[in-house]
T-cell receptor
């Protein structure tokens, strides 16, 4: 693989169910990010990780959790999905989050619908 | 607080020139990114400005004025494939990318 992959591509989920969105990158980037994108609101940061073993909260972290056990993987978990979590979720990575030039590379996105 | 302002939508004609403006207010500043996003796809990098002035890259140019908190993306010789959303994103003092809601550009023949 080259770049960032996300799985699943899309998912319909019943409210209250647990769901993990997967994200894998093969660029050996230190930093990874999870965003949600809703119509008219742009990209909003959910959680981020500056390096393997560390995570941080973004603008809209409630209802989501992440882990960063290694450099390549950064899964996002919805413990108990609610309809307001219906959105398109993008995973991104960058070489470093702590430098002025940290171009972010995006995965193809996961379209999640919570009913 | 942090705030990014871009027009919601713009329309232009194929072959013409269009300028997409972005004003920002952030806690500190470490440069500004422009990304392009086609409908249903992921954002892709277009440009990065950290110093004042114009950066030219083929048909696309990006301008920055740090004192005015202002940037624009200039697209020349518009093509139908340029129909997309354009996202402005300054880096704040913590190197967090603060995204604007994006400008949807519609190109008409």
């Amino acid at each position: 693989i080259a770049g960032i992959t996300q799985a699943p591509t899309s998912q319909i989920l019943a409210a209250g169910r647990r769901m993990t969105l997967r994200c894998t990158q093969d660029m050996r980037h230190n930093a990874m990010y999870w965003y949600r994108q809703d119509l008219g609101l742009g990209l909003r940061l959910i959680h981020y990780s500056n390096t393997a073993g560390t995570t941080g909260k973004g603008e809209v972290p409630d209802g989501y959790s992440v882990s960063r056990a290694n450099t390549d993987d950064f899964p996002l978990t919805l413990a108990s999905a609610v309809p307001s979590q219906t959105s398109v979720y993008f995973c991104a990575s960058s070489d470093s989050s702590l430098s002025s030039y940290n171009e972010q590379f995006f995965g193809p996105g996961t379209r999640l619908t919570v009913l | 607080g942090q705030n990014i302002d871009q027009p919601t939508e713009m329309t232009a004609t194929e072959g013409a020139i269009v300028q997409i403006n972005c004003t920002y207010q952030t806690s500190g500043f470490n440069g500004l990114f422009w990304y392009q996003q086609h409908a249903g796809e992921a954002p892709t990098f277009l440009s990065y400005n950290v110093l004042d002035g114009l950066e030219e890259k083929g048909r696309f140019s990006s301008f920055l004025s740090r004192s005015k908190g202002y940037s624009y993306l200039l697209l020349k010789e518009l093509q139908m494939k340029d129909s997309a959303s354009y996202l402005c994103g300054p880096l704040d003092s913590n190197y967090q990318l603060i995204w604007g809601a994006g400008t949807k550009l519609i190109i008409k023949p």
